[in-house]
């Protein structure tokens, strides 16, 4: 049972650009989901995926896009990059939310400058 | 919709000192409860978590926290503080029907002093 990995760890990227951001689930893990948490908050949910399809979606904009693939692994993807888009974005696993919750990774800071 | 107060952004205890960390949440259904501790640099790791039956949940480094649905109040608490317990803890709460996301408070940072 490795958890969940996430690449890569940091990241510094200029405003505008765009970024993807990559989460590996644990194994057998068919739902993930996408964190934002800003420097002294609490997480915020971002989206999640369930079996390849989104199926829940927070407060955020649509240049806030994902996918996840048949191995049940996972991108995040953010276009025009701005300034408080920096943040560390966590990734979670789980095979049943309600039963189990879910398995966090460490993480990736992304700085935009 | 769901949404969840942490009272107090820093907390410190003494070592061996009781740790009591709290929590009020809002929900229109049901909840589901957690509580996760986050040390530098790393990610959110599982203490405990409340679905349904049993009030009092335990879990995992000694820690305990009770539902009280009267009060909305989910408390985390350690009858005797470690040093290894100094990390930011989040209490979160999500919906027992529909989305399982999960909406965090703000946080509590823990400090143990020795």
């Known amino acids: 049972e490795t958890g969940v990995t996430q690449s890569p760890t940091h990241l510094i990227k200029t405003r505008g650009q765009q970024v993807t951001l990559r989460c590996s689930s644990q194994?057998?893990?068919?739902?993930v989901s996408w964190y934002q948490q800003a420097l002294g908050q609490g997480p915020q949910f971002i989206f999640q995926?369930?079996?390849?399809?989104?199926?829940g979606r927070g407060n955020f904009p649509p240049r806030f896009s994902g996918l996840q693939f048949p191995n049940y692994s996972s991108e995040l993807n953010v276009n025009a990059l701005e300034l408080d888009d920096s943040a560390l974005y966590l990734c979670a696993s789980s095979l049943d939310p309600k039963s189990y919750g879910y398995t966090f990774g460490s993480g990736t800071r992304l700085t935009v400058v | 919709a769901q949404s969840v107060t942490q009272l107090g952004s820093h907390v410190s205890v003494s070592e061996g000192a009781l740790v009591l960390l709290r929590c009020n949440y809002s929900s229109s259904v049901p909840p589901y409860l957690f509580w996760y501790v986050q040390y530098p640099n790393q990610g959110l790791q599982l203490l405990l978590k409340?679905?349904?039956?049993?009030?009092l949940v335990k879990g995992i480094n000694g820690f305990e926290a009770e539902f009280k649905k009267s009060e909305t109040s989910f408390h985390l608490t350690k009858p005797s503080a470690h040093m290894s317990d100094a990390a930011e803890y989040f209490c979160?709460?999500?919906?027992?029907?529909?989305?399982?996301?999960?909406?965090f408070g703000k946080g509590t940072k823990l400090t143990v002093n020795p």
């Open positions: 979160a709460v999500s919906a027992s029907g529909g989305s399982e996301k999960l909406v």
């Open positions: 995926y369930y079996r390849e399809e989104e199926n």
């Open positions: 409340y679905t349904t039956g049993a009030t």
């Open positions: 194994s057998g893990h068919n739902t």
